[in-house]
């Protein structure tokens, strides 16, 4: 599909990143660039472990990245695998998003040969956990106390 500049950058890096992925047991490889709502790209690729649980996916990779960056706020992000139809972001990384994505985020999922879908954050999940629920917890709390 047809995208912005900013857009088809954003693709190439993580086309370009996707290369670096370390995925020795699934061979899955996948990149990231996330877009800071300042302009800038942060790249991400899956890294996998040998303990399988340690393994860190491109979408969290950037993400981290990102905020040991200081970079908070972001546009949009591009996810790039070779899958015969690109890949939607597993569940713990649409929870880490919703830590710092807006409702509104783009989400751009892409093969080798191009952008293939754009979803906004919240119809990936639009009913997220997140600082609202604490919140609530330690006001029931109280109330029993
Ligand atoms: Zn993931």
Same mark, same amino acid.
């Given at each position: 599909?047809?995208?912005?500049?900013?857009?088809?950058?954003?693709? =190439? $890096? +993580?086309?370009?990143?996707?290369?670096?992925?370390?995925?020795?047991?699934?061979?899955?490889?996948?990149?990231? +660039?996330?877009?800071? $709502?300042?302009?800038?790209?942060?790249?991400?690729?899956?890294?996998?472990?040998?303990?399988?649980?340690?393994?860190?996916?491109?979408?969290?990779? #950037?993400?981290?990245? %990102?905020?040991? =960056?200081?970079?908070?706020?972001?546009? *949009?992000?591009?996810?790039?695998? *070779? +899958? #015969?139809?690109?890949?939607?972001?597993?569940?713990?990384?649409?929870?880490?998003? %919703?830590?710092?994505? *807006?409702?509104?985020?783009?989400?751009?999922? %892409? *093969?080798?040969?191009?952008?293939?879908?754009?979803?906004?954050?919240?119809?990936?999940?639009?009913?997220?956990?997140?600082?609202?629920?604490?919140?609530?917890?330690?006001?029931? +709390?109280?109330?029993?106390?």
């Amino acid at each position: 599909m047809k995208v912005a500049p900013k857009i088809a950058e954003a693709y =190439e $890096k +993580a086309r370009t990143t996707r290369l670096n992925s370390y995925s020795p047991y699934s061979k899955f490889k996948v990149g990231a +660039a996330l877009v800071t $709502k300042s302009g800038k790209f942060i790249t991400g690729c899956n890294v996998e472990n040998a303990s399988y649980g340690g393994t860190v996916c491109a979408e969290r990779t #950037a993400i981290l990245k %990102a905020i040991s =960056e200081r970079e908070t706020a972001f546009s *949009d992000i591009v996810v790039v695998t *070779d +899958a #015969a139809e690109p890949a939607f972001p597993c569940a713990f990384c649409l929870q880490v998003m %919703a830590e710092f994505f *807006d409702p509104e985020t783009k989400i751009y999922l %892409a *093969d080798t040969e191009g952008v293939r879908s754009v979803h906004k954050f919240k119809s990936l999940l639009p009913k997220p956990f997140g600082p609202m629920q604490l919140k609530t917890a330690k006001a029931t +709390a109280k109330k029993k106390n």
